[in-house]
């Protein structure tokens, strides 16, 4: 396949998934029809069913876009950098939505549940990783386990997650990621 | 009005709101339709909105209901007790259908929004109070505002009632729930 192409086909799926993306945040999953897609996108349904098998598979490949995003800052600048730009994101709410309709549906569709699984383990391993190499360089409490301190952050960002999505006030929550740095961190000795 | 006669209303709210817990919790707000309220609850419609003006009063009821009987065991025991309980709840789904549901309706409905407010302080005031208790006795951290460390609380919360929402695994998080209650103590002399 000439580059071109691959290129002509990348922007294009990105074209998709960036108005399915606001659409599913607007509407929902269910409110989210093929007619709205269309709109949202500016492509037609030939178009955008070209490039995701249906509409379950198009709101999973966003997910797992977004996933991977969020797995790239931890990798650079670790879990807890993800919730301050979060707080800092002034346009985070598309994304928030769709966060919101994932976590409706993985509740209330176990067969969803399945496929979502298999797809999401790539942030908590991008999490692990980072605080092992935190943990190497002295940074890290070393007196909790590495898989209790990941299970930990991502508690707390599927709160803040909430949180924004609820759209309740966000600006105290500053000192509150403070707290949680400090609490996966080496203690400092007192002076 | 005669004794018996409140307890006799009391009962019949409770009947109520019991029923439409398990409604909101399957259906979500929009699905649970009125004539699944009857079924749910075993009353008319007409019984059913005697006690409560709408649909949507029966919700905030509802919702409110929860924040209470939370409020009542932080006050005793604390925001991580209720967190703990939770864990340990095997029949805790309805609760959580129907907190994930409220999420919704806040992110996506202003109005909602702002009739919500007035009633959530309640937690909020319960867990700061308790915070405090805990500092003049000496259990607290010291170096943190009690504004802050219960935003935090509430915050892990969040992302527990979302987690278990979502039906992730929780059987590693008792560890996860030791971290947090740790965070926010008076940190032991180092031995």
């Known amino acids: 396949m000439p580059r071109v192409s691959k290129d002509h ?41 070209h490039h995701f098998r249906d509409k379950e598979s198009l709101f999973l490949a966003l997910a797992e876009d977004d996933a991977h995003r969020m797995a790239d800052v931890v990798a650079r600048e670790g879990l807890v950098q993800v919730m301050r730009d979060l707080l800092a994101a002034p346009n985070g709410a598309d994304w928030l939505g769709s966060r919101l309709e994932l976590s409706r549906r993985l509740r209330t569709d176990p067969e969803f549940r399945a496929r979502w699984a298999e797809r999401s383990e790539r942030l908590t391993l991008a999490t692990r990783q980072r605080l092992l190499r935190q943990r190497e360089a002295g940074n890290l409490r070393d007196d909790i386990d590495v898989t209790v301190l990941t299970s930990y952050l991502e508690l707390v960002l599927e709160g803040l997650v909430s949180h924004l999505a609820m759209g309740l006030p966000a600006d105290d929550l500053e000192p509150v990621l403070d707290l949680v740095e400090s609490s996966v961190r080496r203690a400092r000795p007192r002076s």
Chains 1, 2 share one sequence.
């Open 9 to 49: 086909l990348d922007a294009r799926r990105h074209q998709i998934l960036d108005g399915a993306r606001v659409c599913f945040a607007r509407y929902g999953y269910e409110g989210a029809t093929v007619r709205r897609l269309e709109e949202a996108t500016g492509l037609s349904r030939g178009a955008i069913f």
